[in-house]
């Protein structure tokens, strides 16, 4: 499985417009439902929609969460997307859910983070980002120039407890970190298979390192 990607299923992912994106990036991939179908992929990409507390049971019950944390300390690439980017966090304010800890830090509502939060929740919809200093030049936004816009669909937002992390934030109501990254592990609240060009080039990146290969957006 050298050079393959495995795409975690664990029934509360967006499984199939991932695989449609990385079918249209020419990417061979395996989606799995059992940790060990991919012991053996070069990098691993973990989805999610809905709900914190049925994603974490449904990691524990499939083994997803210690394969998870055993791929992250082996510095295996992992890219986390929507819910997928806040699980990895230590605690989830929906359900009052512990999470997976490879990140310190807290998923907060984004009521909890402002009073009387002025904007419709969830944020639904395109919005762009800014980037970092450096973030435009490398890796995970190779290519991609920061006027783009990313479809996001969330309630909860991100806080972690250093902020060096946060590749890249949005602007809703409050400072939303929209990716995240540590070590091997990078991770957006957006869904770049959804987010057409700029969302491709981002996975193309993840997938095949940096924009050789691909087109700057």
């Known amino acids: 499985m050298e050079g393959m990607v495995g795409i975690v299923d664990y029934k509360a992912g967006n499984i199939r417009s991932v695989e449609r994106a990385l079918a249209a990036l020419g990417c061979q991939y395996i989606i799995a439902d059992k940790p060990t179908d991919l012991e053996k992929a070069s990098k691993l990409i973990f989805p999610g929609v809905g709900d914190a507390q049925y994603a974490m049971e449904q990691l524990k019950l499939s ?42 830090g807290t998923i907060r509502h984004f009521s909890s983070i402002k009073e009387n939060f002025p904007l419709k929740v969830p944020h639904m919809g395109w919005n762009n980002l800014q980037y970092r200093d450096g973030v435009g030049d490398s890796g995970l936004f190779a290519g991609i120039r920061e006027e783009h816009s990313y479809y996001f669909v969330h ?22 970190p929209a ?17 057409g060009v700029p969302g491709l080039q981002l996975l193309r990146n993840f997938v095949f390192g940096g924009a050789e290969g691909g087109v700057s957006c």
């Open 155 to 176: 309630s909860y937002v991100i806080q972690p407890e250093d902020e060096s992390v946060i590749l890249a934030t949005a602007d809703y109501g409050i400072t939303v």
């Open 63 to 104: 083994g997803f969460d210690a394969f998870l944390r055993e791929k992250v300390a082996q510095q295996v690439p992992v890219l986390g997307i929507c819910l997928g980017s806040q699980i990895i966090f230590d605690f989830s304010e929906e359900g009052d859910t512990p999470c997976l800890g490879l990140i310190p």
């Open 179 to 195: 990716a995240v990254k540590k070590g091997s592990l990078v991770a957006v609240q957006f869904h770049p298979e959804k987010s």
